[in-house]
């Protein structure tokens, strides 16, 4: 169907008639508004462009083609150029299509469950290896009940256990070193003098 | 109360601690090759100078054995430690209860922390002296540990 065919059709219908033309449309209202924008920004802080090109840090040609629309602006440039002129650039949209319910912004997306896992339990092993200074122990940390292969350099010795949470919260299950074992001290004997 | 407990319960408000000072340290290597930590053998000791101020030496005689007890090595201490009183001069009874009790809990502190850091700066694992038996055994039975849990 053609303009010819209908004349009852305005030039905007038959250009939303298709999605090329629709988002033609809808690209060609945003910068208008952003060339609004830009001219209501500008005369009210009565700022010149001599200065506004100081503050952006581009010559003053550049900042006539941001303040007229010419090509395309980046939604960051006109954030600049507003901020240079003392306001700040909020984006919005609008349901446009029936149906289509207002955006909300603020809302949290669903939580992820936390799904308790029990601690991994891990053997604590010093293993030789052979490096550059001499035979060196260094610490293995192995899933429990793992089996190890012995190096050239002599089975690994184990030195204790340890669990190990989601967190990384390391908890010992039996001591790593032995301890010295020694009576408690309750009163001291007193010396003949 | 006895009188004796009476004399030394006094002697905690008369008795003020002026100085605790590290009077003497000896340290002896002994024949041991391997370091594994043992059994620790420890003498504690108080002798008291009867004068103004009073003052006691705490001795502490430490030898730590490895796993096949062999001496690893041997600490020796001597801490001094100077009351002034105020009042009437104590009793010698009240004073020597006062050395057995008082005075440790505020010696053994001390001796506790010379011996951890001296075993590690010989390169040992660290030693914490084991305080007060019963109090502890006391508080293991509350905490409920499993038998075999404990290490002394």
């Known amino acids: ?193 | 109360m006895t009188d004796v407990e009476e004399d030394t319960a006094a002697l905690l408000g008369r008795l003020e601690l002026q100085a605790l000072i590290l009077d003497e340290c000896r340290v002896k290597r002994g024949r041991a090759e391997d370091a594994t930590p043992g059994d620790v053998q420890t003498d504690l000791s108080v002798a008291i100078a009867h004068g103004d101020p009073i003052v006691f030496t705490v001795r502490t005689l430490n030898a730590f054995h490895n796993q096949a007890d062999d001496m690893i090595a041997e600490i020796e201490a001597s801490f001094s430690a100077s009351y002034t009183y105020t009042g009437d001069r104590p009793t010698e009874r009240a004073v020597q209860n006062y050395a057995r009790e008082a005075l440790m809990i505020q010696v053994l502190p001390f001796v506790r922390e010379f011996l951890a850091s001296m075993t590690n700066r010989l390169g040992l694992t660290p030693f914490y002296l084991p305080l007060f038996g019963p109090a502890a055994e006391v508080l293991r039975t509350a905490q409920q540990v499993p038998p075999g849990a404990d290490r002394g």
């Open chain 1, 1 to 193: 169907m053609t303009y010819q065919n209908n004349e009852e059709r305005s030039l905007y219908e038959e250009r939303a008639s298709t999605w090329v033309g629709l988002l033609g449309l809808a690209a060609a209202a945003a910068a208008w508004q952003v060339v609004r924008l830009f001219t209501a920004a500008r005369a009210a802080s009565g700022i010149s462009s001599k200065t506004l090109a100081e503050r952006m840090s581009v010559t003053e040609g550049r900042v006539s083609q941001i303040l007229s629309g010419e090509g395309n602006v980046h939604i960051a440039t006109a954030a600049r150029v507003l901020r240079a002129m003392g306001y700040e650039l909020t984006l919005t949209a609008v349901p446009v299509d029936p149906g289509k319910p207002p955006l909300v912004l603020n809302r949290r997306g669903p939580r992820k469950q936390a799904v308790a896992r029990p601690d991994r339990a891990y053997d604590v092993y010093a293993q030789m290896f052979l490096t550059h200074e001499g035979p060196r122990a260094f610490p293995l940390l192995v899933p429990a009940h793992d089996t190890l292969r012995t190096t050239p350099y002599g089975t690994p010795v184990k030195l204790g256990e340890v669990t190990i949470s989601d967190r990384g919260q390391v908890r010992p299950i039996r001591p790593i070193r032995p301890e010295w074992q020694a009576k408690a001290t309750e009163k001291p004997r007193l010396a003949t003098t």
